[in-house]
């Protein structure tokens, strides 16, 4: 009886290349958006306690900082990624 090998799949799928690319770009920009809101938080939270008598809005500044820094520089990012596919095709 002859023996039949069924090949193994693949490892990864394989994606075009602007999918990949955009699939990168999402991924950094929500990573940049927690850390930088998370950074933004704590800086506020440390200058409520410090500065403020424990209010609240510091931490909520910091945080609305934090949060609009990452959109701008996700939007930026995409914006050059869309450029450099537009310039490929």
């Known amino acids: 009886m ?3 090998s069924v090949p193994a799949p693949p490892s990864t799928v394989s994606r075009p290349v602007s999918e990949a690319l955009l699939n990168e770009k999402w991924d ?3 990573s940049n958006m927690l850390i930088k809101s998370t950074l933004g938080l704590g800086f506020g939270v440390v200058f409520s306690v410090l500065l ?3 209010r609240a809005f510091p931490a ?3 945080l609305g900082f934090g949060a609009g820094r990452a959109y701008e ?3 930026w990012s995409l914006k050059q990624a869309s450029q450099e596919l537009k ?3």
Request: aromatic share 12%.
């Open 2 to 4: 002859p023996e039949t």
């Open 28 to 30: 950094r920009c929500i």
């Open 52 to 54: 403020f008598r424990r």
């Open 60 to 62: 909520f500044i910091g």
């Open 73 to 75: 520089e996700c939007n």
């Open 87 to 89: 310039r490929k095709a």
